[in-house]
């Protein structure tokens, strides 16, 4: 993954994990869902975007520099 804050177009997401996503209106965590070929809002249970992100860029570092 790539170790930068700046946003990235969407198609240089990687589809195995959970980022940060932009669709123009808001910010959030989403996930590639390869069954149906579409970004879903992670933090909103899962629902498919109504707008699909057009942006994304890593998850930020938790507190004390530790992931996970």
């Known amino acids: 993954m790539l170790a930068t804050n700046e946003w990235q177009p969407i198609e240089t997401a990687p589809k195995d994990a959970v980022v940060m996503v932009w669709n ?3 910010i959030t965590m989403g996930r ?7 970004w879903i809002d992670y933090a909103d249970e899962g ?18 520099g530790r992931n996970g």
């Open 32 to 38: 590639y869902w390869s069954q149906r070929k579409c």
């Open 47 to 64: 629902d498919e975007f109504t707008d699909p992100p057009t942006h994304w860029q890593p998850l930020p570092q938790a507190p004390g």
């Open 24 to 26: 123009g209106d808001f």
